[in-house]
């Protein structure tokens, strides 16, 4: 059995090749860099072994491994993905303290080479991509979430300034008329001076759907308001309206990859009730 040990870096890898049986390094530790080039130059140093008798492995590091990674295995090599914690207790007790990239390629290797029954390691397999992705869509479903919730507590500060009763005019907070309104407006004062042709363009859904507030008890509602005829909250009001309704879009995006992934998977766990895409 053959061992390559890679370390991982942004620009450039290292890596070096031993025999396992023996322990002789076939190959020292060197570098190569993140590129088609670099990666046909590690292929090159051990293309002459026999493949099914090289075992390869490099840290699991996030992202910067995914592109040498895809490369290897579509290639048929085994590739075995460490945990870090392993490779730095491993080098801590061959008495090393401090990161070597190239010296860590052979702690990899010993790593590798290791007999523990519980392996510190996983071979990876190339249905691990399709959970990269999934993984990446519901951190960014997350992420966008959490912006949201953001910009929404925002807003809702600006309108206590400019327009305190405005919620109150309202059933439900973010539906069309609500959002279109501050878009265009942005203040109880805006309202007020507004021409009642241009509110009522406002209540326009397009969708056969009224709500029960209308344009005059809007306006009437407005020139009795206490709020503080702030240009600058009403500005940010309608910049932080644009900014949710594009994360909302973002979202439904998300969601709408995340349920395609859902369905290839086919998972029992969605005939659990309550558990969905």
Not at 214 to 235: C, D, H, M, V, Y
């Amino acid at each position: 059995m053959y061992l390559v040990g890679i370390d991982i870096g942004k620009l450039k890898h290292s890596f070096c090749l031993l025999e396992k049986e023996t322990g002789e390094i076939l190959v020292e530790p060197v570098f190569f860099k993140n590129n088609r080039d670099g990666f046909n130059a590690l292929l090159s140093s051990f293309k002459h072994l026999p493949q099914k008798d090289i075992l390869i492995g490099m840290e699991d590091t996030g992202h910067y491994n995914l592109a040498l990674l895809k490369f290897l295995l579509d290639r048929n090599y085994q590739v075995a993905l460490i945990n870090p914690v392993a490779t730095n207790l491993t080098r801590k007790m061959q008495g090393g303290i401090s990161k070597n990239d190239k010296l860590d390629t052979l702690t990899i290797c010993d790593v590798l080479a290791s007999n523990q029954r519980v392996k510190s390691y996983r071979i990876s397999k190339y249905s691990s991509f399709d959970l990269y992705e999934q993984k990446q869509l519901t951190r960014e479903h997350h992420n966008l979430k959490e912006e949201e919730n953001q910009l929404s507590n925002r807003l809702q500060k600006c309108i206590d300034v400019v327009f305190p009763e405005f919620n109150s005019l309202f059933k439900s907070k973010y539906g069309i008329v609500y959002m279109n309104i501050l878009k265009e407006f942005g203040s109880a004062d805006a309202i007020a001076h507004a021409d009642i042709r241009t509110l009522r363009k406002c209540f326009d859904t397009g969708r056969g759907k009224h709500i029960s507030l209308t344009a005059q008890e809007l306006k009437e509602a407005a020139r009795n308001s206490i709020g503080f005829p702030s240009s600058s909250e009403a500005t940010q009001i309608k910049h932080l309206v644009a900014r949710i309704e594009l994360i909302k879009e973002q979202i439904a995006e998300i969601d709408k990859k995340i349920e395609e992934f859902s369905i290839q998977n086919n998972s029992p766990i969605l005939s659990i009730p309550g558990i969905s895409h």
